[in-house]
């Protein structure tokens, strides 16, 4: 039996040569024609608004949703090992999770009353 | 009545339990690949994941079409068949343009991450048991690892990179909002489907691919676990961006989103990507919910399982895919795009606490029947009082009423509005009384004169003809 993640790394072979490959034929066989106003940003044919340096600013709602996120993900990745196992686990394994599960949920519903998933 | 479902399921857990020593918690037996299967498995995955995209955009344009009584695509080739393959050779045959502002490197990159990512899914999607071609027997599918469908998620995940940079690297305005807006929805509904698996997880006590198909002999998982196969199915809509959750791309508000700028091969990858994705998380649904490769019931049973082994699981694999990419385009041309905040609050407000609730459930039924000696009945009983207490406790908690700090401040006095606020015409918020128009004055002063004007003029016209 052969390690079973090879076939991966053939199938990540296969699709990064179709990746490659497609965007280097789309530039050897696609037609150059120099155009100012093509190479400036799509802004609905007004002159495009300058960009702040750095990508600029942007709400804070979206740093709370992505630390929001860690905080579940890992919730999650914690979960699958537990769920596979679940019966070898049995009862500790249970009652710890569910005591984990809890754990979560407090802040879950701290930040829920906060408004912390209120968008406006 | 689920307890009833879930014990039925229980012979085929421990029968697919035994598994080869090998490679451990994983049924399908590899020992006869080579290095020559591997590549002609992925070639073979690649173009039918091709033929499948290029077929399924035909399809969506053609159902939309009948939806709202229009005949579709119907010049190129039979019924419009070759309408998607002229598209692809018209994408490749166009300028690859880079914008001014654009980052290059990463512009470049990020499509390619897109379909890169799309690709790799299949590889642990199994097709069907194990045939003979040519001497060797191998299933049809590439590979298998007892971590499978962690690894459909992560390469899911990685995916996003292709958005976000892209959106980024392009260095314009409709782009950047869209690849943020996309993150964040990604992000929500990425959580809300990995906790629905989690009851699958549970009851079929592996994450290999092959061996959730084999735990489904009996008993399909959508019946005792349908709360979490619905989560599933609304995430994996919004995992895609497609409708009614496909702000990132709005056309009516950020243009095309993250893919604005892109030209040519590259937005054909996005495209592509997007298609392919949709096809993975059908393939995934039928394979971890809708049984696989198995035979529906009554097909089942004919002949002792005739239709569960050589080449027939591949038409029944086919078939529920292409049943949920169905449902993809039936939900398109049914649905109404949501709000951006109503999408947000629906999968952190709604998705997440219901699979929380759900995995809860599944975890304290099955911990019961497993682990103690109380009957199931009183288990159930007794959890649908927990629920309804829950529910009852979350309608007593009064509403937090709005601070009247808050309603003030955003009342601005009416005086102090400015139509005109940084150069760009705004629009009053509720309760601030648009300015009279200094225009009005000057229309109403030249009014008289401007009739007196037009009477004379016709006089004149008059007096002409």
């Known amino acids: 039996m052969t390690n079973p993640y090879v076939p991966i790394l053939v199938m990540m072979g296969v699709a990064g040569v179709m990746a490659l490959g497609g965007v280097a034929a789309s530039a050897i066989i696609g037609p150059k024609r120099y155009n100012r106003a093509k190479l400036e940003a799509y802004e609905c044919g007004i002159q495009p608004t300058p960009h702040a340096v750095g990508g600029g600013r942007f709400p804070i709602k979206y740093y709370l949703v992505a630390m929001t996120f860690i905080i579940f993900d890992i919730e999650v990745v914690f979960l699958y090992p537990w769920a596979v196992n679940f019966t070898e686990l049995a009862m500790f394994g249970l009652v710890a999770m569910m005591g984990f599960l809890f754990l979560i949920t407090v802040p879950f519903v701290y930040e829920w009353r906060r408004g912390g998933f209120e968008w406006e | ?465």
């Open chain 2, 1 to 465: 009545m689920i307890a009833a479902m879930v014990s039925s399921a229980v012979p085929g857990v421990v029968s697919a339990s035994v598994a080869g020593a090998a490679n451990p918690g994983v049924t399908a037996d590899f020992s006869q690949d080579n290095g020559w299967v591997w590549l002609i498995k992925a070639v073979v995955i690649l173009v039918f994941l091709l033929l499948t995209v290029l077929m399924a955009i035909w399809f969506e344009r053609k159902v939309v079409a009948r939806m709202q009584m229009r005949p579709g695509p119907n010049v190129h080739g039979p019924f419009g068949l070759l309408q998607s393959l002229a598209d692809a050779m018209k994408l490749l045959l166009k300028e690859d343009i880079t914008v001014k502002a654009a980052d290059k490197f990463l512009y470049m990159l990020a499509p390619m991450i897109s379909v890169f990512c799309a690709l790799l899914t299949f590889a642990v999607i199994p097709f069907g048991p194990s045939v003979s071609i040519f001497g060797i027997v191998t299933p049809l599918q590439l590979t298998d690892v007892p971590v499978a469908v962690l690894y459909i998620l992560a390469t899911a995940s990685v995916g996003v990179y292709g958005i976000v940079l892209g959106g980024w690297s392009s260095g314009s305005t409709y782009p950047l909002l869209g690849a943020v807006r996309s993150t964040a929805q990604v992000i929500s509904y990425e959580l809300a489907m990995g906790l629905s698996l989690v009851s699958v997880f549970i009851l079929a006590g592996s994450m290999s691919t092959s061996q959730i198909v084999a735990t489904q002999q009996q008993l399909w998982w959508f019946l005792p676990l349908f709360p979490a196969f619905i989560i599933y199915v609304i995430s994996m809509i919004g995992e895609t961006n497609r409708l009614p959750f496909d702000l990132p791309e709005a056309e009516g508000e950020l243009v095309s989103g993250f893919m604005t700028e892109y030209s040519s091969m590259k937005f054909a990858w996005f495209f592509l990507a997007e298609y392919i994705n949709m096809v993975n998380v059908s393939a995934v649904v039928t394979t971890l919910f809708f049984g696989g490769w198995r035979a529906p019931w009554p097909i089942s049973a004919i002949n002792d399982g005739m239709f569960n082994t050589g080449w027939w699981p591949v038409l029944w694999f086919l078939a529920k895919m292409w049943l949920f990419l169905f449902l993809f385009v039936w939900v398109r041309g049914t649905l109404l795009r949501l709000r951006y905040d109503q999408f947000m609050s629906f999968g952190w407000k709604v998705l997440i606490p219901a699979s929380l609730g759900w995995v809860v459930c599944v975890a304290v039924v099955q911990g019961v029947r497993q682990f103690t000696e109380v009957d199931l009945r009183t288990v159930l009983i007794a959890l649908a009082v927990a629920v309804l207490v829950v529910v009852g406790i979350s309608f007593l908690v009064p509403e937090r009423k709005p601070e009247p700090g808050a309603a003030g401040k955003k009342a601005i006095p009416p005086g102090e509005f400015d139509p005109f606020a940084g150069g760009y015409p705004v629009p009053p918020m509720p309760g601030q009384q648009l300015p009279p128009s200094p225009r009005r004055a000057r229309v109403a002063a030249a009014a008289p004169a401007g009739a007196a004007r037009q009477v004379t003029d016709s006089q004149t016209e008059v007096e002409r003809g």
